[in-house]
């Protein structure tokens, strides 16, 4: 059985989420969709929440915890109208930010692994039907 543990050292601890957290905002700031949502007079904030929540989910340092609590990240975003839209923005994003690493970075598995999980989040935490941004 493989730990989560052991799954944050190898794949380069928290410098490899810290370059995948930094090229995912680099884009969500600019994003039509996705950039309005955020705070922004805390980019720097929003980037070290996600990326201290990545590394404490995959057995980095409880860093997040500490500073924020359970994570709850359904009640975390209920008001931010989340459709599928948004939601597959998100994942867009955040796949250009995981090709952006340099080959060698991640396995196949690992890369898989990082994936399903946030493809299941992001399926979580669609809280909006219809989706606000197909509407006139
Ligand atoms: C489905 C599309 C998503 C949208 C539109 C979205 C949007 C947002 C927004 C606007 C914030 C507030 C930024 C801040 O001030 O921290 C936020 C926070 C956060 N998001 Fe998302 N998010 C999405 C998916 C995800 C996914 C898939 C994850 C986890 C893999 C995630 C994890 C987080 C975390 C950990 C925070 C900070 C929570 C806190 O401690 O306050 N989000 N998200």
Redesign the pocket.
Known sequence: MTSTENFYDSVGGEETFNLIVHRFYEQVRTDDI?GP???QD?WE??EA??R???VQ?WGGPKD?SEQ?GH?R?RM??AH?P?GVT??E???EL?TRALDSLEEGTLTDDQRAAIWD??VR??DM??NSNPDPHQRD
């Open positions: 996705l949502m955020y705070p805390d904030g929003a929440r996600l201290m929540f990545l989910y997040y924020r994570p990240l975390r975003h931010f989340i948004a939601a923005r998100w994942l955040m999980h946030m989040a992001a935490l669609i």
